[in-house]
């Protein structure tokens, strides 16, 4: 006989002991059923009233479909006119002259906090746009002069280049020649500076140009005590706008876009105005331009039944380590394998593995049964476009969410190693993962990112495809998904690790 | 070369308790070797010791000449049986043996060979958690057997066994020391291992008490006692005790002689007019034996018999 020793031979034998033992099958397939079955409970439960604005009746929670389809805020006070074919047009801001910012508010009983938003589309500002139209979330290329972060050229929602840093009286250019805008600034209106060139996705011959006033909504949260609510207050800027020059001489027109209510109210309040003399024109205007999803994620609301088959996964993780030392059957795993770092490594890689494989399943098939139940609960375009399996940021939520399932049963065969008591390892890996889920619930505003920072409770955020917010009740969506993964990853590491030390130092 | 457990001035201590005292002793090949000792003697920690389960505090231990723990293979070198209840309840036999083959690189047919060696093929697929002690024994020593390993150690492997299971066993570590394996067998009872150790390591309060070969010992124990059967056992004691002889009475026709030759014990008897059916030399069992011996040890004056042979 060949008696051979290779770590894929002791990935198989490891792999036989946890196949081999019916009742972990069983709970891992419970597993599979728990994180489907808890999604699609969830999904059931879960509506959104969030299209129903989509007419913009109230400006502030309006989503539309930009060129794209993707949900876009499209909302500012325009003074236009209609051009065809190449056209420039130049203007000197004067002055630009934001509404001064609240701190903090108090609505009935709840203080909330003014939420600041570094987005160079949520800047008060004051620009020259060419736009298809007049109708919200259609193609533009703009450049402006915003309050406090210079000038920028953007256009179609999410093209934005930083132009110069200044703040005060500036000359902005737009210079269409076909399909293609390039932006300029200018100190004097002598010495011109290219910011950028945008060819934004439709352009017809005819297009509006003018110029226009935004100034995005503060927002003001209070999250904590289990909820999370966030107000939005309308804001107005003001700005003079002089030396407009323009080929053709047409007849300026003001218009606030995307909002019912200004029309409703003939441009005089609301959305804004303008008035003009000398030449030189007064603006006012509310609104923002740019990307504007909802912070509820639609694919980490499809997957949260994770959470129960994590419990599952767990569970066997630890079973997997403590079996061993119910009944003294460490001992014929480590005379067969005197190398323990060895053995431990190839039950973390085997139960990794299947975890992950596990997870993946689970949550694969919370995907494609509960995206389907939330969409016909109001999570339809424009607020929710259809997540697909072919998006990348869907493929990462769900790659990462299984190695989240997979990092958290290995942590638990740590812990099951380190402790070798089977309910007490249990009940700690689940402490770790909900109590902070838990806590964080209740602490107020952002303080429970580093709960999120430091437990296994972290892994959640691989859940989310949209960028990190502190504006919602569930705590895991303060952090990034990398960041998640980083975290549980860690405390597989240490609870490996930990094991590792201790199967070297104690006897068998 | 040949195989071989050696044990070196091995020394385990846990907590306040010295479970194992500078302990030497070699485990040869073609002969079973009894590991006897009372209950808590060492015996189990000198195995795991043997098996580098546990760190020893001072000593070592080599297994065909090399530590344990630094074997790749070790299942092919040696086969234990420490504690049959060590396996998982809820897995079958044949997976428990076939794990324990994937991990040493042994082929699947030995699995089915072992199965079909200690009886256990037909409940190959039933789950180990509702094995009788009995079968638990046979899949610990097919575990033991899986390497085809030329050394073998068995920690109390009659246990629960059945009397069929008992002389099934015997013969089974009689046979493997005759195909040339070093076969070490422990037990708390001397009785259990009569007919088949050839050489004994008796240990008591983890020190080694004997180390020699059953023969030798029994010898020993025998002395040079004398074994009268005689209807008249009260006349028989009074008068060998006359004469200078230690009387121990063995039955109610029965008395054990010390200290007075055979001819002369029948001689004062003749004298005597003490008629006695029969007179033998008398042969101390292994029971008997070991309790002289193990009697010492608790007693903390071990009497060490060098190992010569």
Same mark, same amino acid.
């Given at each position: 006989?060949?008696?051979?020793?290779?770590?894929?031979?002791?990935?198989?034998?490891?792999?036989?002991?946890?196949?081999?033992?019916?009742?972990?099958?069983?709970?891992?397939?419970?597993?599979?059923?728990?994180?489907? %079955?808890?999604?699609?409970?969830?999904?059931?439960?879960?509506?959104?009233?969030?299209?129903?604005?989509?007419?913009?009746?109230?400006?502030?929670?309006?989503?539309?479909?930009?060129?794209?389809?993707?949900?876009?805020?499209?909302?500012? @006070?325009?003074?236009?006119?209609?051009?065809?074919?190449?056209?420039?047009? $130049?203007?000197?801001?004067?002055? *630009?002259?934001?509404?001064?910012?609240?701190?903090?508010?108090?609505?009935?009983?709840?203080?909330?906090?003014?939420?600041?938003?570094?987005?160079?589309?949520?800047?008060?500002?004051?620009?020259?746009?060419?736009?298809?139209?007049?109708?919200?979330?259609?193609? @533009?290329?703009?450049?402006?002069?915003?309050?406090?972060?210079?000038?920028?050229?953007?256009?179609?929602?999410?093209?934005?280049?930083?132009?110069?840093?200044?703040?005060?009286?500036?000359?902005?250019?737009?210079?269409?020649?076909?399909?293609?805008?390039?932006?300029?600034?200018?100190?004097?209106?002598? #010495?011109?500076?290219? &910011?950028?060139?945008?060819?934004?996705?439709?352009?017809?011959?005819?297009?509006?140009?003018?110029? @226009?006033?935004?100034?995005?909504?503060?927002?003001?949260?209070?999250?904590?005590?289990?909820?999370?609510?966030?107000?939005?207050?309308?804001?107005? #800027?003001? !700005?003079?706008?002089?030396?407009?020059?323009?080929?053709?001489?047409?007849? =300026?027109?003001?218009?606030?876009?995307?909002?019912?209510?200004?029309?409703?109210?003939?441009?005089?309040?609301?959305?804004?105005?303008?008035?003009?003399?000398?030449?030189? @024109?007064?603006?006012?205007?509310?609104? $923002?331009?740019?990307?504007?999803?909802?912070?509820?994620?639609?694919?980490?609301?499809?997957?949260?039944?994770?959470?129960?088959?994590?419990?599952?996964?767990?569970?066997?993780?630890?079973?997997?380590?403590?079996?061993?030392?119910?009944?003294?059957?460490?001992?014929?795993?480590?005379?067969?394998?005197?190398?323990?770092?060895?053995?431990?490594?190839?039950?973390?890689?085997?139960?990794?593995?299947?975890?992950?494989?596990?997870?993946?399943?689970?949550?694969?098939?919370?995907?494609?049964?509960? &995206?389907?139940?939330?969409?016909?609960?109001?999570?339809?375009?424009?607020?929710?476009?259809?997540?697909?399996?072919?998006?990348?940021?869907?493929?990462?939520?769900?790659?990462?969410?299984?190695?989240?399932?997979?990092?958290?049963?290995?942590?638990?065969?740590?812990?099951?190693?380190?402790?070798?008591?089977?309910?007490?390892?249990?009940?700690?890996?689940?402490?770790?993962?909900?109590?902070?889920? &838990?806590?964080?619930?209740?602490?107020?505003?952002?303080?429970?990112?580093?709960?999120?920072?430091?437990?296994?409770?972290?892994?959640?955020?691989?859940?989310?495809?949209?960028?990190?917010?502190?504006?919602?009740?569930?705590?895991?969506?303060?952090?990034?998904? =990398?960041?998640?993964?980083?975290?549980?990853?860690?405390?597989?590491?240490?609870?490996?690790?930990?094991?590792?030390?201790?199967?070297?130092?104690?006897?068998? | 070369?040949?195989?071989?457990?050696?044990?070196?001035?091995?020394?385990?201590?846990?907590?306040?308790?010295?479970?194992?005292?500078?302990? +030497?002793?070699?485990?040869?090949?073609?002969?079973?070797?009894?590991?006897?000792?009372?209950?808590?003697?060492?015996?189990?920690?000198?195995?795991?010791?043997?098996? %580098?389960?546990?760190?020893?505090?001072?000593?070592?231990?080599?297994?065909?000449?090399?530590?344990?723990?630094?074997?790749?293979?070790?299942?092919?070198?040696?086969?234990?049986?420490?504690?049959?209840?060590?396996?998982?309840?809820?897995?079958?036999?044949?997976?428990? *043996?076939?794990?324990?083959?994937?991990?040493? %690189?042994?082929?699947?047919?030995?699995?089915?060979?072992?199965?079909? /060696?200690?009886?256990?093929?037909?409940?190959?697929?039933?789950?180990?958690?509702?094995?009788?002690?009995?079968? /638990?024994?046979?899949?610990?020593?097919?575990?033991?057997?899986?390497?085809?390993?030329?050394?073998?150690?068995?920690?109390?492997?009659?246990?629960?066994?059945?009397?069929?299971?008992?002389?099934?066993?015997?013969?089974?570590?009689?046979?493997?020391?005759?195909?040339?394996?070093?076969?070490?067998?422990?037990?708390?009872?001397? %009785?259990?291992?009569?007919?088949?150790?050839?050489?004994?390591?008796?240990?008591?309060?983890?020190?080694?008490?004997?180390?020699? +070969?059953?023969?030798?010992?029994?010898?020993?124990?025998?002395?040079?006692?004398?074994?009268?059967?005689?209807? /008249?056992?009260?006349?028989? $004691?009074?008068?060998?005790?006359?004469?200078?002889?230690?009387?121990?009475?063995?039955?109610?026709?029965?008395?054990?002689?010390?200290?007075?030759?055979?001819?002369?014990?029948?001689?004062?008897?003749?004298? !005597?007019?003490?008629?006695?059916?029969?007179?033998?030399?008398?042969?101390? +069992?292994?029971?008997?034996?070991?309790?002289?011996?193990?009697?010492?040890?608790?007693?903390?004056?071990?009497?060490?018999?060098?190992?010569?042979?």
């Amino acid at each position: 006989m060949t008696a051979r020793e290779s770590f894929a031979r002791l990935l198989l034998a490891e792999w036989t002991k946890l196949r081999s033992v019916s009742r972990w099958v069983i709970t891992l397939l419970g597993a599979v059923v728990l994180t489907v %079955g808890l999604s699609l409970l969830a999904a059931s439960g879960n509506k959104t009233n969030l299209n129903d604005y989509a007419d913009c009746s109230d400006p502030i929670v309006c989503f539309v479909g930009g060129p794209l389809g993707e949900p876009v805020a499209d909302s500012f @006070y325009f003074v236009h006119q209609q051009v065809t074919g190449d056209a420039t047009l $130049t203007v000197r801001v004067a002055s *630009l002259r934001p509404e001064p910012e609240q701190r903090a508010v108090r609505v009935g009983s709840e203080q909330m906090t003014r939420l600041a938003d570094p987005s160079p589309f949520a800047q008060p500002a004051a620009g020259i746009m060419i736009k298809d139209g007049t109708r919200p979330g259609s193609s @533009y290329a703009s450049v402006m002069l915003t309050a406090a972060q210079g000038v920028h050229m953007q256009w179609d929602f999410d093209g934005d280049v930083q132009g110069s840093a200044s703040s005060g009286t500036r000359w902005l250019r737009l210079v269409r020649s076909g399909p293609t805008i390039t932006g300029y600034e200018s100190v004097d209106g002598l #010495a011109w500076q290219q &910011i950028g060139v945008a060819t934004p996705t439709s352009l017809p011959s005819t297009v509006e140009i003018g110029f @226009y006033v935004s100034s995005p909504a503060a927002v003001y949260l209070s999250r904590g005590g289990g909820g999370s609510s966030v107000g939005e207050m309308l804001t107005r #800027a003001q !700005a003079m706008f002089d030396n407009v020059q323009l080929g053709s001489g047409g007849t =300026w027109h003001g218009d606030s876009i995307g909002t019912v209510m200004s029309r409703q109210n003939d441009g005089a309040s609301g959305g804004g105005q303008f008035t003009e003399a000398n030449g030189a @024109y007064t603006v006012t205007g509310s609104g $923002t331009i740019g990307p504007k999803s909802p912070d509820d994620d639609m694919v980490s609301t499809a997957l949260v039944g994770v959470i129960a088959g994590l419990m599952a996964l767990i569970a066997v993780g630890v079973l997997y380590a403590t079996s061993e030392y119910r009944r003294g059957m460490i001992r014929t795993t480590f005379a067969a394998t005197p190398r323990r770092g060895r053995v431990l490594a190839a039950k973390a890689i085997v139960l990794g593995t299947t975890s992950f494989l596990v997870g993946l399943v689970g949550a694969v098939g919370s995907f494609i049964l509960a &995206i389907p139940i939330l969409r016909e609960q109001g999570f339809t375009e424009p607020a929710f476009p259809r997540p697909s399996l072919m998006d990348g940021s869907v493929v990462r939520a769900l790659l990462l969410t299984a190695a989240f399932m997979a990092g958290v049963a290995v942590v638990g065969l740590g812990i099951g190693i380190l402790l070798r008591h089977s309910a007490a390892a249990i009940t700690i890996t689940t402490v770790l993962v909900l109590l902070p889920l &838990i806590v964080g619930l209740i602490l107020p505003s952002s303080s429970p990112k580093w709960l999120m920072y430091t437990t296994l409770a972290g892994g959640m955020a691989t859940q989310r495809v949209k960028p990190p917010t502190i504006t919602l009740a569930e705590p895991w969506a303060m952090i990034g998904p =990398w960041a998640g993964i980083g975290v549980v990853a860690a405390w597989a590491a240490v609870a490996l690790g930990l094991g590792w030390w201790q199967l070297r130092r104690r006897d068998a | 070369m040949e195989p071989t457990i050696e044990v070196r001035e091995l020394c385990k201590r846990y907590r306040t308790t010295l479970a194992v005292d500078r302990l +030497s002793f070699t485990v040869r090949a073609g002969e079973v070797t009894g590991f006897v000792g009372p209950n808590g003697a060492g015996k189990s920690t000198t195995m795991r010791l043997i098996l %580098g389960l546990d760190a020893p505090d001072g000593g070592q231990t080599l297994v065909n000449g090399r530590p344990y723990r630094s074997l790749r293979t070790p299942l092919a070198q040696v086969g234990a049986l420490l504690d049959a209840s060590a396996v998982h309840p809820g897995r079958r036999a044949r997976d428990h *043996l076939l794990w324990l083959a994937y991990s040493n %690189g042994i082929g699947k047919r030995r699995v089915s060979d072992v199965l079909d /060696q200690v009886g256990l093929a037909t409940v190959a697929r039933r789950r180990a958690g509702g094995f009788s002690l009995g079968m /638990q024994q046979r899949l610990g020593i097919a575990a033991a057997l899986l390497g085809d390993p030329p050394v073998l150690m068995f920690d109390e492997p009659v246990n629960g066994l059945d009397p069929d299971g008992i002389v099934w066993v015997r013969g089974l570590m009689k046979s493997l020391a005759a195909e040339g394996r070093a076969v070490l067998v422990s037990s708390h009872l001397m %009785g259990e291992l009569e007919d088949t150790a050839e050489h004994l390591i008796v240990i008591g309060r983890g020190r080694l008490i004997a180390d020699t +070969s059953v023969d030798k010992l029994l010898a020993a124990a025998s002395k040079d006692r004398v074994e009268v059967t005689t209807r /008249q056992r009260a006349e028989a $004691t009074t008068a060998l005790a006359n004469a200078g002889a230690k009387v121990a009475v063995a039955g109610a026709e029965t008395v054990v002689v010390e200290g007075l030759p055979g001819d002369r014990v029948s001689a004062l008897l003749t004298e !005597a007019g003490i008629s006695f059916s029969e007179l033998r030399r008398h042969r101390a +069992s292994l029971e008997e034996a070991y309790m002289d011996l193990t009697r010492g040890a608790i007693e903390y004056a071990p009497e060490v018999e060098g190992s010569a042979r």
